[in-house]
T-cell receptor, first 112, second 114 residues
Framework: EDQVTQSPEALRLQEGESSSLNCSYT??????LFWYRQDPGKGPEFLFT???AGEEKEKERLKATLTKKESFLHITAPKPEDSATYLC?????????????FGSGTQLTVLP | DSGVTQTPKHLITATGQRVTLRCSPR?????VYWYQQSLDQGLQFLIQ???????AKGNILERFSAQQFPDLHSELNLSSLELGDSALYFC?????????????FGPGTRLLVL
């Protein structure tokens, strides 16, 4: 069974204190790994898609990396507005199905 | 703003009732996906449509059904509602169901069953 595990479940940082969130996966034939940000009561907001090991993508203070077994979301010098739940999801080949399998998320709080 | 719209934003109803949730995908997107998010289950895939045809089913109950119309909007019908159906329901869309396509999520419908 495909599994996606995110750690830590919750993370509190001081403003400017850099850190990383982890997403480990056990899937066969990964077709894409996706990072989303979700604010309370809102829909997930797309951040990055990674397709192959060694790939990296950056956007402002966020950088996502991918290996064969896990992905990291690095947050550099975070600000309070970066506080949110960060979700990782994978897509695997399954006939014509293209659904995403999500991890349980990391709830990030950045304190001023 | 992802470009995916969902109505209504909030819905309060009673057990045993039936409701319909509506989703309009981003302009140009042909695939629509429905997900359910509850506190104890996280985001769970329900069903996928592409250009009006059902493509895949996930953890969707028999009491739930969906369809995608010729104008590509989609509706999720929930019937014989139970307390446990209270959750956030999200619609997502992508250009096509090709592998690795990014799915963009709508703002969701919060359903409360009393």
């Amino acid at each position: 069974e495909d599994q996606v595990t995110q750690s830590p479940e919750a993370l509190r940082l001081q403003e400017g204190e850099s850190s990383s969130l982890n997403c480990s996966y056990t899937v066969s034939g990964l077709r894409g790994l996706f990072w989303y940000r979700q604010d309370p009561g809102k829909g997930p907001e797309f951040l990055f898609t990674l397709y192959s090991a060694g790939e990296e993508k950056e956007k402002e203070r966020l950088k996502a990396t991918l290996t064969k077994k896990e992905s990291f979301l690095h947050i550099t010098a975070p600000k309070p507005e970066d506080s949110a739940t960060y979700l990782c999801a994978v897509q695997v080949p399954s006939g014509s199905a293209r659904q995403l399998t999500f991890g349980s998320g990391t709830q990030l709080t950045v304190l001023p | 703003d992802s470009g995916v719209t969902q109505t209504p934003k909030h819905l309060i109803t009673a057990t045993g009732q039936r409701v319909t949730l509506r989703c309009s995908p981003r302009s140009g997107d042909l695939s629509v996906y429905w997900y359910q998010q509850s506190l104890d289950q996280g985001l769970q895939f329900l069903i996928q449509y592409y250009n009006g045809e059902e493509r895949a089913k996930g953890n969707i109950l028999e009491r739930f059904s969906a369809q995608q119309f010729p104008d590509l909007h989609s509706e999720l019908n929930l019937s014989s509602l139970e307390l446990g159906d209270s959750a956030l329901y999200f619609c997502a869309s992508s250009v096509d169901p090709g592998q690795g396509q990014t799915q963009y999520f709508g703002p969701g419908t919060r359903l409360l069953v009393l």
